[in-house]
């Protein structure tokens, strides 16, 4: 019930494309999932965030669709550029006072110019 | 402001050996969260510290431990290394740990040997 399932492993998507990142929970305690970009080297950075009241949200070229029947989630990267190709992991975490964040197993995005 | 600092960056170890991470968090977060990253297990949640006090722990055995200071700083410690323990540990802070941001520094990298 503590997981957090993502997929694809990998994407490989054309400049100017849309990248597709999918992710569904079981624990329905959780409810808030942010997104986080990985460069090589680098420690993740939130990209973007939702909570499941909201259905979606959209912040420049990335939105987060949000199903809360199906305990699913996206992201969307939209005109997806070079500069994108990086590590997405989807993750969640418990209402109440924590920090601990369960993430997904990761996703590596490559765009091709 | 400054970001989240991890010291060492990068340290190799022997089998048996034991080994102390520190992380210091942005100014004014009292919350500190560790992350180990595995290409095979992904970004598994340690343990969460906030105002000197665990308040959440992940699933991994007595072998890591970790504390937090009066300035919010945080040491982790694994004791009795093992192969396995070859990994990229995150540290990420945010102000109360809830439903909040959390914000990652770069990692220390420790290669087992």
């Known amino acids: 019930q503590q997981q957090v399932k993502q997929s694809p492993q990998s994407l490989i998507v054309q400049k100017g494309g849309i990248s597709i990142i999918n992710c569904a929970y079981e624990?329905?305690?959780?409810?808030?999932f942010p997104w986080y970009q990985q460069f090589p080297g680098k420690g993740p950075a939130l990209l973007i965030a939702?909570?499941?009241?909201?259905s979606e949200k959209k912040e420049g070229r990335f939105t987060i669709s949000f199903n809360k029947s199906a305990k699913q989630f996206s992201l969307h990267i939209m005109d997806s550029q070079p500069g994108d190709s990086a590590t997405y992991f989807c993750a969640a975490r418990g209402s109440g006072n924590t920090g601990k964040l369960i993430f997904g197993q990761g996703t590596t995005l490559q765009v091709k110019p | 402001k400054a970001g989240v600092t991890q010291t060492p960056r990068y340290l190799i170890k022997t089998r048996g050996q034991q080994v102390t991470l520190s992380c210091s968090p942005i100014?004014?977060?009292?919350?500190v969260s560790w992350y180990q990253q595995t290409p095979g297990q992904g970004l598994q949640f340690l343990f969460e510290y906030f105002s000197e006090t665990q308040r959440n722990k992940g699933n991994f055995p007595g072998r890591f431990s970790g504390r937090q200071f009066s300035n919010s700083r945080s040491e982790m410690n694994v004791s009795t290394l093992e192969l396995g323990d070859s990994a990229l540990y995150l540290c990420?802070?945010?102000?109360?740990?809830?439903?909040?941001?959390?914000?990652f520094g770069p990692g220390t990298r420790l290669l087992v040997l």
């Open positions: 990420a802070s945010s102000q109360q740990g809830n439903q909040e941001t959390q914000y």
């Open positions: 100014s004014g977060h009292r919350s």
């Open positions: 939702i909570r499941p009241d909201v």
């Open positions: 624990n329905t305690a959780f409810d808030y």
